[in-house]
């Protein structure tokens, strides 16, 4: 579950994209897939959309692991 997408500086065009595509405090976000060679890019899923985010900009989201059930 996201917690908070994190801004690396005033007026973050990356963090701003980021919580328009969903990526806000509660919503669920699941990792699909990560690709070779060091896990870039990583394959995300947000509600029922999918996207391809490089590790730096996946980084900025704070995220928190819910219990399995």
């Known amino acids: 579950m996201v917690q908070q997408v994190q801004d690396a500086h005033p007026e973050d ?8 595509l969903g990526f806000v405090p509660g919503e ?3 990792l699909v ?4 060679f060091g ?4 394959l995300v899923q947000v509600g029922f959309t999918r996207f391809a985010l ?6 900025r989201v704070s995220v928190e692991q819910e219990a399995a059930a």
Request: proline fraction near 8%.
């Open 13 to 20: 065009a990356i963090a701003r994209r980021l919580r328009d």
């Open 39 to 42: 896990g870039d890019p990583l």
């Open 33 to 36: 897939a990560r690709g070779p």
């Open 28 to 30: 669920t976000v699941r």
């Open 54 to 59: 490089r590790r730096n900009e996946a980084q």
